[in-house]
């Protein structure tokens, strides 16, 4: 049981940041229906920026780390944001009218390069950072194994829990989240009415950017360590993850990262690490089987 | 003007420098204790804004200077090409057979084309995938990996010759394509597109675990060389047999070996281009370019989606079983890092910028993707940087590929 719970936390932890990456594949995808694959090397990116931020502010402040925290996070946001944005302007934005498959290998090309760009402006050794955040405190336990919860993962899952609320206040309640909501439905009908379309999909890479820095941020603390690799797995993990919430679907790609998650933590808490990433895509496969628009997608209706 | 010019060449170095401000400027280098501390390299990035500064303004003011004119490259192009593709697929096959007989072909160049023509097959065997039927594959990997590792496995385990490894390495690549196909029969687009890449992914995790099988990371070593039809190319052939230089009478080169390597690679390739033609003439090709272009459209006229989905999964399976032995027995040693997902990208990307379909495209694109980065190894760091850059910048200049002209494979005649 103590074990069980121990596992659901680390996976809360992990799918929290999933989801966060998750969040930006499902709405480039709902508004201009490609994956943009150089999603993931976008969340590299952050956790690069966030640890060069946290190197930065280590001599200045050490002792007001929620200060440094906000510092970074905002630092991370704002630089990743304006890669989000330069991403949409060189690689998709001519490809906008393009064959899906065109825009789809300039995405990968832009994998390819982001990926390697920081391998050699930071070089391909891995990198550290000392914990920033130090402690946590034991939920339950019994028989000589407690239920350890650090303030980090609290953190973290605050964090998520936070920006989502926000993140949803924007999408439903300002004049951005109607623009986007209406350039999901129709494009051209958006134009018709008044809506800059151009700017909303610009928009909608930055707002995706940023967020995805917050999951960047999230790892660089969490793991401690990154490397100019990490965006590969965790885009094409996050990517499952909207996947299999239903893409296009805000709370589905949330409850996607979740399972995704708690699949890897519970299979390696379980069965076996090594082959977590085959349960991962497993399960996927098996949801894409039984219910192909995903958990919370709507069917899309095909018309001859 | 030159105000507007100005204020759109500094928006561009603004942007460029908070894109290279952190990531080039402040390096994170190791510290004397092991931990890490920051560097500065300001000068680059100073650099970086100057000549993205001059170039946006330099691109701007010529772009007003010039008269408005369309350059008709785009068009213009495919028109020239169609007279030229009658002689150029021709040429370009002589060119691939006398290449070894052509002074300059050392060592080097020979191996640059073996690996080329073995990524054309490559792209020819996920073309009938992709181009033709219409199904987005990014797993191509996992066959060739199959391929690769039932060619190893069968020749050291049972020590059976190159000629009987092949066709069975490409009949298990043909289950596996199978295998993926069931499952994913039913999913189109971008769900097929994670899915394949999850497979691919699944194959290369089993492989770098199932220690006991493959060797896990380390790979298989010591996978035996290719023989001239059991006539092997070694310099001092064991007792009791000859060797191919005996044989023959000639004087012992380890070239003889590569030689016959690359007529394999260009034999088994041009096999597979001859297969997926004369297929596409068949009703089963017919079937899968329909289903490519509309599914229920061939449901209605009665075409069986299942069998023409599966078949095309697996022959590109097959082929990439094919290309996957022969890469074995090129390098001698496999191991799991052969087969990530960037090969599948690699491969996709020549398919796309090929023009789909097209063959002389997919070998053009193998040529430029492949055998010109090869020529630059010395430049191995910025190699991959520029390739990405490459991808990206064909993509924007020519959304179709490079010959996205495809003969028709049908016409009606007279009118």
Not at chain 2, 112 to 135: F, H, K, P, Q, R
Not at chain 2, 161 to 181: D, M, V, Y
Not at chain 2, 268 to 297: H, M, S
């Amino acid at each position: 049981m103590e074990y069980f719970v121990q596992q659901l936390v680390n996976g809360l932890t992990l799918g929290a940041i999933y989801g966060l990456i998750a969040i930006g594949y499902t709405m480039v995808y709902g508004i201009i229906g490609m994956i943009n694959f150089a999603h993931g090397e976008i969340y590299m990116i952050a956790a690069f920026v966030a640890l060069i931020g946290f190197l930065l502010l280590s001599p200045v402040g050490a002792g007001a780390v929620a200060l440094a925290l906000i510092l970074v996070l905002l630092g991370a946001m704002a630089i990743t944001a304006v890669y989000g944005w330069a991403l949409e302007r060189i690689a998709y934005r001519p490809l906008r009218t393009a064959p899906r498959l065109a825009a789809l290998i300039s995405a990968i090309g832009m994998s390819i390069l982001l990926q390697n760009y920081v391998q050699l402006a930071q070089g391909a050794r891995v990198k550290a950072l000392a914990p920033q955040i130090h402690g946590g405190f034991t939920l339950f336990g019994s028989g000589g194994f407690a239920v350890h919860v650090s303030y980090l993962q609290v953190v973290i899952i605050l964090l998520t829990f936070a920006l989502m609320i926000g993140f949803t206040l924007v999408i439903t309640r300002t004049s951005f989240g109607r623009a986007q909501r209406a350039c999901e439905q129709d494009r051209i009908m958006a134009a018709l009415v008044g809506i800059d379309v151009d700017r909303t999909i610009s928009m909608t890479f930055v707002v995706g950017a940023a967020i995805a820095a917050v999951a960047g941020l999230a790892v660089t603390l969490y793991y401690g360590v990154i490397d100019f690799f990490i965006g590969f797995l965790a885009g094409v993990k996050a990517f499952t993850a909207a996947v299999l919430g239903g893409i296009g679907s805000l709370p589905g790609a949330m409850l996607g990262g979740l399972l995704i998650g708690l699949i890897e933590a519970f299979w390696s808490g379980y069965a076996s690490v090594e082959y977590k990433d085959v349960a991962t895509f497993s399960i996927l496969i098996m949801v894409l089987i039984f219910r192909p628009t995903g958990l919370l997608g709507r069917p899309e209706v095909e018309k001859v | 003007m030159i105000g507007r010019i100005v204020k759109d060449a500094g928006i561009a170095a603004l942007i460029t420098f908070a894109l290279a401000g952190p990531i080039v400027g402040l390096p994170i280098l190791s510290g004397p204790q092991g931990n890490f501390v920051l560097g500065s390299r300001f000068g680059d990035v100073a650099i970086a804004v100057a000549v993205v500064f001059v170039g946006r303004a330099a691109y701007l003011a010529l772009r007003e200077a010039l008269p408005r004119r369309r350059i008709a490259i785009p068009l213009g192009w495919s028109a020239a090409a169609a007279p030229l593709g009658r002689w150029f697929a021709p040429a370009l096959i002589a060119f691939a057979v006398l290449l070894p007989l052509l002074p300059f072909a050392d060592r080097r160049v020979l191996d640059v084309a073996i690996l080329v023509v073995t990524y054309v097959m490559l792209g020819w065997g996920l073309n009938v995938v992709v181009g033709l039927a219409g199904l987005l594959d990014l797993g191509y990997v996992a066959f060739y990996a199959v391929g690769a590792y039932s060619y190893a496995l069968l020749a050291i385990s049972f020590g059976l010759s190159f000629w009987e490894c092949l066709p069975l390495a490409g009949l298990f690549a043909a289950f596996f394509g199978i295998a993926l196909g069931f499952p994913v029969l039913r999913l189109r687009g971008d769900y097929l597109a994670i899915v394949t890449l999850g497979f691919g992914e699944m194959v290369r995790i089993i492989l770098v675990n199932w220690t006991s099988l493959t060797g896990g990371p380390n790979g298989i070593t010591g996978v035996p060389r290719p023989s001239f039809f059991g006539i092997p190319f070694s310099a001092n052939p064991p007792e009791g047999t000859t060797s191919f230089h005996q044989l023959f009478g000639l004087e012992f080169s380890s070239l003889h070996r590569i030689v016959f390597l690359y007529y394999l690679v260009l034999a088994l390739a041009l096999v597979t281009n001859a297969v997926t033609l004369r297929i596409r003439k068949l009703p089963l090709g017919r079937a899968w370019e329909a289903l490519r272009e509309d599914e229920i459209a061939c449901r209605a006229l009665g075409v069986n989606p299942t069998a023409t989905k599966l078949s095309a999964f697996a022959i590109g399976a097959m082929f990439g079983g094919f290309a996957g032995s022969l890469f074995a027995t090129r390098q001698g040693f496999i191991s799991p890092e052969s087969f990530t997902f960037i090969e599948s990208a690699i491969i996709l990307a020549i398919v796309v910028l090929g023009g789909m379909g097209s063959q002389v495209g997919v070998a053009l694109a193998a040529i430029l993707l492949i055998g010109v980065p090869e020529w630059f190894r010395d430049l191995d760091q910025y190699r991959m940087l520029a390739f990405g850059a490459a991808m990206v910048a064909i993509m924007v200049w020519r959304p179709a590929g490079l010959l996205s002209r495809r003969a028709p494979t049908i016409r009606l005649k007279g009118g």
